[in-house]
């Protein structure tokens, strides 16, 4: 028999965040991560821990600067609108190099958009939507089990690096069910890591944040972030490549190469030969692993649910090396597997 | 040889660079009075707003973390929540606190968050220039309201110790002035009364000071003293306005 | 094996629940599962309907255009999705609310069941999407009714585990008293 509970992914999620050790969630509704929200509403009280509906993404995130630079591990969800009014918060985190975990449930846009799942915030992650310069670590996780794991992961990450980090799902993430392998309980992670504040008792006071003012101290710190970030780029780059032997390779992420998964079946069948590279940390971006498994390839098709984003990566990567192909669904659609595998066999004449 | 006055434990020993006649040295030297005298600076953690307090950090002997603008009441919030056993505050000018940050600083108070809140009201945005702020006076003169601020375009300033007083959850809100030192000693008392109502696990806590701005004012210190008591204080009555304790009124 | 399935109804039918129960069986058994429901404004009153995919190995997509198997509670559903279901697919009606009357594919094999009439005799409306699973296990081999049994202390919330043996008896009906239309 097994161990697995069938869960929907919202509440997968932040059931594997309250075994990471989480000290306080804060978050507001948006559809298609409420049942996140909701989940947490009941467990984190029922544990002792803290949990506040806030008046707004801004406010949420606010509190999740506020409690993340004591050093607590803690986090907020929410989706693409909401997610945008975060960003603003979210440069000061990075800025001021505290940890924490945002999940972002994407859903269509621009604007209000749909409720469908979406692609569409790819960029908004990737490069930052905040003002300045900095990056985060981005996690795309394609399947329940993998966002659980994930999201388990990043908590340890985000306090290794002192850097925020993502797991970027979409609406079908969010609200599929599928069995899963939960990880263990770990107790509540409340210390200060010897960095946070926790008042100068016995030590000289401590300062988080993100200004800094003297001559070239702000240079020197957005260069100290790239450093950081190199780091990060070397040890913490996560991709999936599914087979050795293909002439199509499809580059997708998330949902999208779920569903190339089964195109990619379909096209065996067919006697087609074509494999999956899936980027699962989109930044940092595997680029060199990408221009590798590129080289096999006759030719690279790029699928994602938006009007090409991570594209722009992949063209980075190949280098014209094959030529690189598009096929796109945004507005909080999907595409299905024989969508893709009808464009592999244009694309193959 | 006695000490019979010196810089409060709380406060660093770096000279401010307010400007001549401002009152936020003041302020910032009755907050780190208030924590030596309750023994909270070990558990204090600040939150900076965006404006003249910013450089906080540099002048208190705390942990102290720097809010986005407006925002500090919901880092305070976060804090709080997440280490119940730290002493939390934030000190924010008007601008932050009753504009941008309107929203952050009624849900903080109205959910009743365990923190103590020090309201800096000099009516103008100080650090970028001496703009109208949601307390400028009506008629009073600033860069972005150069013949006077006009009620019927600019609306009407907030009285935010009386609106903080109006909410339920909320167990203290005063307004008091840094303009004399007799109303300097007043304005001590009530800012220590807001931490010991933190440190006696209360509520909310908010104190509105009404402060001079010299430089943007375009007035000597003395005039700009002369403003907030004439002025300022008719528009703003000084008092308690709630007092869960059922205090002085 | 593969199991591709659209159930779709009203909202309030239980069209969701009965797609769980079948994910629950799937992850009792140690199968990949995927439940994925239509979510958001359309719970209100509209149309509901999950997909359930269910494979011993590795599920690609949770979202299935050409489903190989159906289970549908009402008319708008019934328009919807017959054009839908691929050459062979196997497709349960609740003929309370479908007409069968409307079946034109040939190539797909829809089976009825009177599974508001054959819950409401039972005594609980409620249960006439277990009527429907009942059907769909008959039809489809997938699990035995055994299997289905035994899964529902855990498809079930708490609160409604005295509703346990009637849900058992709607499961029965349902496998036995499957036909076929077409």
Known sequence: MSKKVLMKGNEAIAEASIRAGLAGYFGYPITPQNEFTSYMSYHMPAKGRAFVQAESEVAAINMVYGAAATGCRVMTSSSSPGIALMQEAISYMCGAEVPAVIVNIMRGGPGLGNIGPSQ????????GGGNGDYKMIVYAPSTVQEAVDLTYNAFDVADKYKIPVFILGDGALGQMAEPVLLPEEKPEMKGDQGWGLSGAKGRDPRAVMSLRLAEGELRKHNWDLVSKFEKI???ETKYELTDTDYDVLIAAFGTSARVAKTAIRQLKEQGIK?????????????????????????????????????LFDVKVA?????????????????????????KIKEMQG | MSIVFQKPESLTEKTTIFCPGCS???????????????????TAVGVAPVGCAVLLYEYFRTDIVEAPHGRAPALATGIKRVRPDLTVFSYQGDGDLASIGMGEIMHAANRGE??????????????????????????QRTTTTPTGRDCAAHGSPFRMAEIMGALEPVVYSARVSAATPAKIMKAKRAIKKAFQNQKDKKGFS???????????????????VQFVEKDMEAYYPLGVFKDADGGDK | MIFESVMAGFGGQGILSAGMMLAHIASHKGLNVTWFPSYGAEQRGGTANCTVVISDLEIGSPIVTAPAYGLIMNMPSFNKFQ??????????????????????????EFYGLSAGDIARDLGNVKVANMVMIGGLLAVSGLFTLDEAVIELPNALSKKHHDLIPLNEQALSKGFSEIKKIN
């Open chain 2, 206 to 224: 908010f104190v509105e000071v009404l402060s001079t701005c010299p430089t943007n004012w375009g007035m000597t210190p003395l005039d700009a």
């Open chain 1, 233 to 235: 780029t070397e040890a």
């Open chain 1, 318 to 342: 190949v280098e014209g090396a094959v030529p690189v192909e598009f096929m796109g669904c945004p507005g909080g659609e999907s595409f299905s597997p024989e969508e893709i595998t009808a």
């Open chain 2, 114 to 139: 365990m923190i103590t809140v020090i309201f800096v009201n000099n009516a103008n945005y100080g650090m970028t220039g001496g703009q109208m702020a949601p307390t400028t006076l009506p008629g």
């Open chain 2, 24 to 42: 936020h040295g003041i302020i910032h030297r009755l907050v780190g009075e208030a924590l030596d005298e309750l023994e909270l600076r070990e």
């Open chain 1, 120 to 127: 569409g915030d790819y960029n908004q992650a990737t490069r």
């Open chain 1, 274 to 310: 074509a494999a999956l590279f899936r980027p699962i940390t989109i930044c940092p971006f595997p680029y060199a692993a990408l221009a590798e498994a590129a080289k096999k390839a006759k030719k690279v098709l790029v699928a994602e649910m938006n009007t090409g984003q991570m």
């Open chain 3, 83 to 108: 054009p839908r279901f691929r050459k062979g697919a196997k497709a349960v009606l609740d003929t309370t609310l479908v007409d069968p009357s409307a079946v034109t594919r040939t190539d797909v």
